[in-house]
């Protein structure tokens, strides 16, 4: 005990003193806490909404908030204040997001804000890893109903071997880039990873696993400090209200309905329909129920179960078919592949252009080169103080068949952009090499699973058009695998699609 009612938590991890701070700073929030590390200070706030809210899905927000202050800047432009997020923002508020919303109890509608202030940043102890273990602690020490803690680490490839939070010095000598963030499992006392992210200088897979088991020992660390937390400072938690569905109801009334879903998902994998039939079989079969419990006189709550419940079959039909027969929904083998086409030259004002389709899933990026003087200034908290190599994403509402208002990148195709130029940047030549700005822009025509790896093969298709030289001539090439695990068996789905994402238990990108 310091100050006042401020508690100090210390964590030694492999060199590093991370210190939680609590109780000085935004006092009237849920959850606050200060994460440091070195000379880089995050203020990391949690608060949840008194009322629930009537939606469909968990609302839960995550902001990082970049203040040019914490690296000694002034905004650029001419109201010298921070404006819109930047793109490091943007990215590190996904990450955040990602390990954190699998973990609040399913049926919770209250609204969740979490917002990471950087408060200062000495270019060396990077802030997004330590705003995952702040915003994971804010929330454990928090009334807010959460199932953590979670924690992360950044795991480095060093010439001297594996490190844990390496300083943004030592990553430029590093050939891997990994964060891996996980909870620690009530049954066996051991860290379940929940979430990874990586770009690397085309490592092998050992080095991989290797780095991945390396990573629990932090993440435990991390877990243990912020279990101190909830012990010493946390709040009980509030009682809410978790949305729940009356699936007995709907079993009761339609005892059929079960095995009518079952025989309709096999009917689809065997005739291998593609999405718009299938979602069109899926669709009737579901309104022909809700026809007749309307014409019962069902009421709302009823026929929200029904959705629901039908939902849910038709999930478990396709995991029990997979499981029990290797079978798909689509009609392929787990390993299957659908078709692929490639084609080159297709805008003839354009420095290079590539199309990729992989089954239903088309991408078309185009290529533009520029003179260095062409590069983008970065004007962020980085080190970093301009970009030649950028790759963007668009997915308009079109290419999933939907109408919709445009109004620039939204936060999800600000992720898929750049998940794209990570994998591609490695083989990007050097200025001296090749002295041009070089931009990518993905235009996403038709989606059914996995447009950001498609968004790099057609990519890598449209810089060979170009001309550009690739560094040891290669492509690059990225799938989306999927995994449905069963009580005593676990199926790797090669190439999955939308519903198999849906309904899986991972979509795990690699390039």
């Known amino acids: 005990m310091t100050e006042d009612g401020v508690r100090r938590f210390s964590l030694d991890l492999f060199g590093k003193t991370i210190e939680f701070e609590v109780g000085k700073l935004a006092t009237l929030a849920d959850g606050a806490v200060v994460v440091s590390c070195g000379g880089t200070d995050i203020l990391v706030t949690a608060m949840g909404s008194k009322n629930e809210v009537d939606r469909d899905f968990f609302p839960l927000v995550v902001d990082v908030e970049e203040r040019m202050y914490a690296a000694g800047k002034i905004p650029g432009g001419f109201f010298r204040r921070e404006g819109r997020p930047s793109e490091k923002s943007i990215l590190t508020a996904r990450l955040i997001d990602r390990p954190l919303r699998p973990n609040f109890p399913e049926g919770m509608r209250i609204e969740v804000q979490v917002i990471a202030t950087i408060l200062s940043v000495d270019h060396a102890n990077q802030p997004d890893v330590l705003a995952v273990n702040g915003a994971s602690a804010a929330l454990c020490i928090s009334d807010i109903p959460f199932d953590g803690p979670v924690g992360a680490v950044r795991v480095g490839l060093l010439p001297t071997g594996l490190a844990i939070n390496p300083t943004i010095q030592e990553m430029e000598l590093s050939s891997l880039d990994l964060v891996v963030a996980g909870v620690l499992n009530p049954e066996s006392n051991e860290v379940d990873i929940i979430m990874v992210e990586a770009g690397a200088s085309q490592v092998s897979e050992d080095d991989i696993v290797e780095a991945l088991e ?201 992720g898929h952009g750049a998940l794209a130029e990570r994998a591609l940047v490695t083989l990007i030549p050097d200025e001296d090499v090749f002295p041009y700005t070089i931009r990518l822009v993905s235009e996403v025509l038709s989606s059914n699973g996995s447009t950001s790896m498609a968004s790099v093969c057609a990519s890598s298709l449209a810089l060979m058009d170009a001309g550009v030289p690739l560094k040891d001539k290669k492509a690059v090439a990225g799938i989306a695998m999927g995994l449905v695990k069963g009580e005593d068996k676990v199926v790797v789905l090669t190439d999955i699609q939308g519903i198999e994402d849906k309904y899986g238990d991972m979509d795990f990108k690699v390039a």
Not at 314 to 328: A, C, D, K, N, T
């Open 214 to 414: 390396f990573s629990k020992q932090g993440i435990r660390e991390m877990i243990r400090i912020q279990q101190q937390m909830m012990q010493e400072v946390g709040k009980p938690k509030r009682e809410v209200n978790l949305r729940k569905f009356d699936f007995q109801a709907v079993e009761e009334r339609f005892p059929e309905m079960k095995t009518r879903v079952d025989n309709l998902v096999h009917e689809v994998a065997r005739n291998q329909l593609e999405k718009p039939e299938r979602d069109k079989a899926l669709d009737n079969l579901q309104n022909e129920f809700l026809l007749a419990a309307e014409m019962g006189g069902a009421g709302e709550d009823f026929l929200a179960s029904l959705k629901e419940y039908y939902s849910h079959l038709v999930g478990e039909s396709i995991r029990r078919m997979v499981l029990e027969e290797e079978l798909r929904v689509d009609g392929r083998r787990p390993e299957e592949i659908r078709p692929i086409t490639c084609e080159v030259g297709l805008v003839s004002r354009t420095h290079g252009s590539g199309l990729f389709a992989r089954g239903l899933t088309q991408v078309l990026t185009l290529l533009t080169l520029g003179p260095i003087s062409d590069m983008q200034r970065i004007d962020d908290l980085s080190p970093e103080e301009g970009k030649r190599f950028l790759h963007h994403y668009n997915f308009p509402p079109f290419c999933v068949g939907e109408t919709g208002v445009l109004r620039g990148p939204r936060r999800r195709e600000i």
